[in-house]
């Protein structure tokens, strides 16, 4: 039996043949369009699973094809082609709908490993959606009548185990995106334009990187901790993915545990916050899946460090939530500052945490650029300061610094791609001692 019908679109024959020859031997159902009209109607006629999309062809170019299938079927399972790829123009595609983008000279193991998670992806919409209804359908049923039904039709059916049974005490659903997203900025430490695709993943997939023109995947996870200088960089191989705290904190927040994003190689800056992740998340939509996982809850007290008013030390104790405590003691303009938080709702995030910028002093600038880092530094996206005080920006808020710094710890503190109950207390840390904590908590507890 054929796995799925795939629509292949692609004005190249030679292209055409291959790609059908082999989902023909991956037992695929195929049919082929040369053209975006033609494409058009044969989606309306067949309603294939998935489409493969060439983006550049006469006529009727890919991005115009996918403008025409949000009127025909908004959970289309698409996978871009281009030989002329670019950030921008991958993140057109996704815009309107495409899963995911891939760049010619084809690898077919990747595009068949694609396409799948793009079928898998659309399955799980529209099971998603289907128990929605069902939980409607109970809910208006349960209004209407005081009897059991025994009507054998699909809205009488009882719902399945995983929306009738609450999960287990410290069980916390598993969570991806609703939709792809893409946003465009400037890495930081690399000062080149980028780009992020975020792809929605199942169950158990974790979060994951790669690179847009990679098939190499790197978790986002402690074990694959490159360096903590100036910023936290995870890698496998030769790939290497930068300044990734900002946006694993914003993940951490919303509890999303199971992600791939694609990336040139390191995260956009933006302005230096996490709003713009946050809203980037917001507008995906949270999609809460069918599969759980257990919350890390600290047993006891763990710390780095030796505790004393000047030195750099880092614990974390038993709570009922995840918190921070952070305490910043620099030379003036910037003073002392500390600011507790505690994790109760990503409002509370968002307004309180989630808009503090990153900050650097202008009498580092020249040893940074001897470094390679900081290239992407510009007046909107640091806070810049001298020794009579900041020299581009007004402050969000008079504590921004201290603020920013338990950002980072959220980040960090997520790279166990799980909720984590305890109350963090920090002094004049940064991404080194965020992650030598994080590893004697993993130690100490045997994960």
Partial sequence: MAKAKILVVDDEEGILKSIVGILHDEGYETITARDGREALKLYQAESPDALLLDIWMPDMDGIEVLKGLQNIDVDSAVVVISGHGTISTAIKAVKLGAFDFIEKPLSMDILLV???????????????????????????????????????????????????????????????????????????HSGLKTGMILLPQPPGSGIVFCKLSE?????????????????????????????????????HAYRISNLLIKINGEIPIMDGSALDFCRIIEE???????????????????????????????????????????????????????????????????????????????????????????????LHNIILLDDKGVVNTKLRFPDE??????????????????????????????????IALLREIRKGMGL
């Fill in 114 to 188: 694609i396409l799948e998670k793009a079928l898998e992806h659309r399955r799980l919409r529209l099971e998603s959606k289907r128990l929605q209804r069902l939980l409607r359908d109970n809910e208006r049923r349960q209004q209407q009548f005081s009897f059991v039904t025994t009507s054998e039709d699909e809205s009488a059916k009882p719902l399945p185990p995983s929306l009738a049974t609450p999960l287990e005490s410290g069980v916390q659903p598993q969570r991806t995106l609703k939709q792809s997203m893409v946003l465009y900025g400037t890495g930081l």
């Fill in 215 to 251: 098939d190499l995947n790197v978790p986002g996870h402690l074990d694959y901790v490159l360096s903590t200088e100036f910023a936290t960089s995870v890698a496998k191989g030769r790939t290497v993915i930068r300044t990734v705290e900002h946006f694993m904190a914003v993940l």
């Fill in 284 to 378: 995906a939509g949270i999609e809460e899946q069918m599969a759980g996982y257990e919350e890390l809850v600290v047993d006891r007290r763990y710390q780095v460090g030796e505790e004393s008013p000047e030195g750099k030390y880092i614990y974390i104790e038993p709570a009922d939530t995840f918190g921070v405590r952070y305490r910043l003691n620099y030379p003036l303009p910037i003073g002392e500052q500390e600011y507790s938080f505690i994790l109760d709702g990503t409002e509370h995030f968002k307004e309180e945490i989630a808009p503090a910028r990153t900050f650097g002093f202008l009498k580092d600038a020249a040893k940074l650029s001897k470094m390679g880092l900081a290239g992407g530094g510009h």
């Fill in 401 to 434: 610094f201290v603020r920013h710094k338990i950002l980072d710890i959220f980040g960090d503190f997520y790279l166990l791609n799980r909720s984590i109950k305890g109350m963090v207390t920090a002094n004049m840390t940064g991404h080194s001692e965020n």
